[in-house]
Every structure is written in C-alpha cells, then in structure tokens.
C-alpha cells in the first residue's frame, strides 16, 4: 500500500484538483517481453492501480470518471506513441501516466491538439518510496521556485556551466523562453512532470528563419557524459555535439548511437531541478530534480526548434559522478547570476527573486 495515504490524498488534491464530469485516465506501460520487466516496472504497474483506488475513493463525490489503462511499451524514453493508443487518450480530460518509458513528448502533443481540456502529469520511473520524500513536497514552494527559475531563464542571454571535471559548457539561450515543471496540475493546458520541481529552457538552435535574424547558435564547449560507467566528452559546436573522446569502445559505440540520426545531436535542455526532497539515487527522474542537467535530442516539447526520437537527460546534481560546480547566468546588461553553491541550487536566490 502507498504510505502515508492521508497526506498523500492531500497532495493529490493539491496538485491535480479532480473536477466534476471529468474523465481521469490512470495510465501504465507494459514490457512487450518478459525480459524486458524488472522489480520496478511490476511494482509501478500496481502502484497504478493503488492511484486509481485513491481516485476512486473521492470519485463519486467530485462527479467525475476513472478509467486504469494499459498500452504496450515504447521502449526508448519520449518515444511517440502509436496513433491507436493516441486515440484512447484523447478521450480523457486528465492523463496520468505512470511509466517505464517517458511519454512526455507524447502528452505534450496531445495537450498542443486540445489545450482547453487537457492536462496530463507525467510519472516515468515512479517509485513507491517517492511516495515519502518527494511526492510529500510543499508544491507551493516548488511552483514558487519552478517560477523563479523561469523568469531568470527568461531573461539570461546565456549560461555556462562548469563541471567537477574542469570542462566547460556555453549555452546560447536567446531567442528562447524558458518553462517551468512547477507541480500545478489544476487547469487545463497544464502539463508536469511528477515529482516537480525545475526550471527548463531549451537553447538557441539556430536553424529555419531564425537564423536570419540571430545567426548560428553560439552554444559550445565540452560535455561530460556517463556513459556505461565511463565518462566520455562530448565537444559541442553550434549547439550540436561534434565529436566525442574517451576509450576506443565507448567512442565507437556512442558515434554509432549519434550517426543513427543528426537530430540526436542537438544540445536540447538546460534544466535547473528545485525539489529539496529530490535525492540522486540513479532514478534519473528524481535526480533531476535534485539539480543542474543537460538533455539531447527533441527540443520541440520544451520550446525549441528540433524534433527526434530521443530526448536524453544528463544530469549533473551534488552526488552525480560529474557535478555542475557552478551555473552562471548572463544578461543583456552583462550582469551575471550564479546560482550554485557546491553544486546545490542557492534557493534563497529564488525566495528573494522578486
């Protein structure tokens, strides 16, 4: 059973507030193959049906309609989803999808299609333990600091970023306005990810028309990337990787991975995670939330210019084999912001924003 269940009802209201004649989807992916399960994935499938009993349990008061779904895997994170299970979904008004595979793309889309009666809540590697830590979180700070984050975002030029291992990242943010995953999930349009808790700003790609008035991406410098516990260096050029160093089969498998598709290249996310119960235990979906990360690949959910198959997070929190020891920001007046202090998020910063 969830733990805490009466705080976690609250949190329940608190993020999602099921309205009347609603029609609420509870979704969960499953392995198209036996060996593809794992303890997690099981786990998560019946995690899904004790969120459906917990809607359940306030349904016939609200008014509103519950539906456990199920739809095979994608197997590769932000995958699209096929048109027939696309179809099913655009019959809910509120998707909660509690994932193997991150549907995040997908739910965006759909959101984009009907965005005065969709709101969806992304759970991709949802935990039962989250259910005491991160899932229990005052979400009105979280949406206090996701909004904080965005507005700075907004108005940075750039950001550079240096990492534990003295490499440094250039990141191009004009043209661009940043977002945030802020824990509200009340309206329709509203889409988060489940725990909350970041700002987010996809860089300045400089492709299509905009390049006419901005000209090439200035994103560039070097990526450090764990890679089958290896650290490879990725370099960047023009917001794309260009090459890569580390051992001969590390460089030769992950070259194979890039060449299989240019978009996957693309430098597609800054993320600044502000969830201060977010631990780093190697639950990617948490550990963002914990800190600085970098994605590849898809930028057009996030705002950005570039479409892909993937979209790839690489996170570098307090307590990753690679920290951001410091993320500056830079504005159009030349004013910077640091808003790191030992690889942690300086949430006073964010309390004093205004």
């Known amino acids: 059973m969830i733990p805490h269940k009466k705080r976690f009802e609250k949190t329940i209201i608190d993020v999602f507030d099921p309205k009347k004649n609603e029609k609420i989807g509870i979704i969960y992916d499953e392995p198209s193959f036996r060996k593809d399960d794992n303890i997690f994935w099981k786990d998560r499938r019946k995690l899904a049906g004790e969120w459906f009993d917990i809607f359940d349990s306030i349904a016939e ?6 539906e456990l779904y199920s739809f095979p895997a994608t197997g590769a994170h932000n995958a699209i989803l096929s048109n027939d299970v696309l179809d099913d979904l655009r019959r809910f008004n509120v998707i909660i999808a509690l994932t193997e595979w991150s549907i995040t793309g997908s739910l965006v889309g759909l959101i984009k299609q009907k965005p005065n009666s969709v709101r969806c809540a992304s759970l991709p590697g949802a935990e039962r333990r989250m259910h005491e830590s991160v899932y229990l979180t005052d979400y009105t700070l979280i949406k206090q600091y996701a909004l904080s984050l965005k507005e700075l975002l907004d108005k940075a030029i750039s950001a550079k970023i240096l990492f534990s291992t003295s490499d440094e990242l250039h990141i191009d943010l004009r043209n661009r306005t940043g977002g945030a995953d802020d824990g509200d999930c009340r309206t329709p349009g509203s889409m988060i ?22 000209g090439k991406s200035r994103t560039h410098g070097v990526i450090p990337l764990l890679f089958k516990d290896e650290i ?36 597609a996310e800054l993320g600044i995670g502000c969830n201060p119960n977010a631990q780093v235990t190697g639950n990617i979906f948490e550990d963002e939330k914990a800190g600085v990360h970098v994605a590849y690949g898809m930028s057009s959910h996030l705002g950005g210019k570039i479409d892909s198959d993937v979209h790839i997070d690489n996170v570098f929190a307090q307590g990753c084999a690679v920290e951001a020891e410091q993320l500056t920001l830079v504005f159009s007046d030349d004013t910077v912001l640091d808003l790191l202090e030992k690889s942690r998020l300086r949430y006073d910063i964010l309390v004093d924003s205004d």
């Open 193 to 214: 990810n489940f725990p909350s808790g970041e700002g987010f700003i996809a860089p300045y790609e400089g492709v299509g028309e905009e390049i006419q008035s901005f």
């Open 232 to 267: 490879i260096f990725g370099k960047v050029e023009e917001n794309k990787f260009t090459k890569f160093s580390g051992s001969d089969t590390a460089v030769s498998s992950i070259n194979s991975f890039f060449s299989s598709l240019s978009s996957r290249r693309n430098i």
């Open 61 to 66: 008061d609200v008014g509103f309609e519950l």
